[in-house]
């Protein structure tokens, strides 16, 4: 099997790398001050959209980079050596949103893939994770829609968002149902920012949902195909935290590298060890493997 990249695949590489050097100047604000400013988040927005790099999960006719997935993986693993996850400035909608209907599309997507909007995704609670079987956010039919009542937990970007893709047992079926939510609808409070030992560009809040009206069209894909479209979110999310991961220990590989290299014990560089040259070609051979 030929591992090497076409010129196509070779050029998308080597923008992600450009931006990623470029986000680079905001790791120590980010790790200093738990975040960035407004004024480095328009920066990096325009930025990013001088790459062409932005949501390059979406089609090109929409306004997306229109990556596969392996070119998306490239891209990703380039961001992931930047620290305080300041790859998540670097925005990918939620996959979910491929269902909008052409009106959910024009009001919340491309707005995204714009810049002009954020979405964040809330499916975990107190009493589910990963797994939403044991949904306890519900959505209770009205004459022109629906009501929210629940609660959401860790709720990434929620800080920054304007708008949710929530999931929710709907009607008397308890479908599991995911709606597009305007986060200053009446009812949405944000009650508590829990702290993390990371740091993130963005927070993970926590939210609850009280008598939230939303119209029908708030539905988004379907009733019942909450589960369904979510656990393709999480499919192809999971393969992009794999390609960070493997961008954040070839950076860290490179780090231990440079400083083997320099520090001097018993008169020469540990680089000249045995042990320690062992330890960096162990974890090259990981690297490798997991690319």
């Not at 920054?160 to 149902?177: K, S």
Request: hydrophobic share 40%; proline share 4%; with cysteine.
């Amino acid at each position: 099997m030929d591992f090497r990249l076409t010129p196509r695949q070779a050029d998308l590489k080597r923008t992600a790398r450009e931006l990623t050097e470029t986000l680079t100047a905001y790791e120590t604000d980010c790790e200093e001050n738990n975040g960035l400013t407004a004024r480095d988040h328009a920066a990096i927005r325009d930025a990013v959209l001088a790459s062409g790099l932005q949501a390059v999960n979406m089609p090109q006719e929409w306004g997306g980079a229109g990556l596969t997935i392996l070119e998306q993986v490239i891209v990703q693993e380039e961001l992931g050596q930047l620290t305080g996850a300041l790859w998540d400035t670097v925005w990918r909608p939620a996959n979910a949103l491929r269902f909008c209907t052409p009106a959910q599309r024009a009001r919340y997507l491309e707005p995204v893939i714009r810049g002009e909007r954020r979405d964040c995704y809330a499916v975990t609670e107190p009493g589910a994770g990963s797994d939403p079987q044991n949904l306890a956010t519900t959505a209770t039919r009205t004459a022109d829609g629906w009501v929210l009542n629940g609660e959401k937990w860790f709720v990434t970007v929620g800080d920054h968002a304007d708008f949710m893709i929530v999931l929710a047992a709907a009607g008397t079926d308890r479908e599991p149902t995911l709606f597009l939510v305007d986060k200053d609808t009446p009812g949405i409070e944000m009650t508590r920012v829990p702290r993390f030992m990371h740091t993130f560009v963005y927070e993970h809040p926590e939210f609850t949902f009280t008598e939230v009206h939303v119209p029908e069209d708030a539905v988004l894909g379907g009733v019942g195909k909450g589960y369904d479209i979510t656990r393709s979110w999480f499919t192809e999310e999971r393969l992009m935290i794999a390609a960070r991961t493997t961008g954040a220990a070839e950076r860290a590989l490179r780090l231990a590298r440079d400083w083997a290299v320099e520090r001097k014990q018993f008169g020469s560089p540990i680089a000249d060890f045995q042990l320690v040259q062992g330890m960096l070609a162990d974890c090259a051979v990981d690297i490798a493997v997991n690319r």
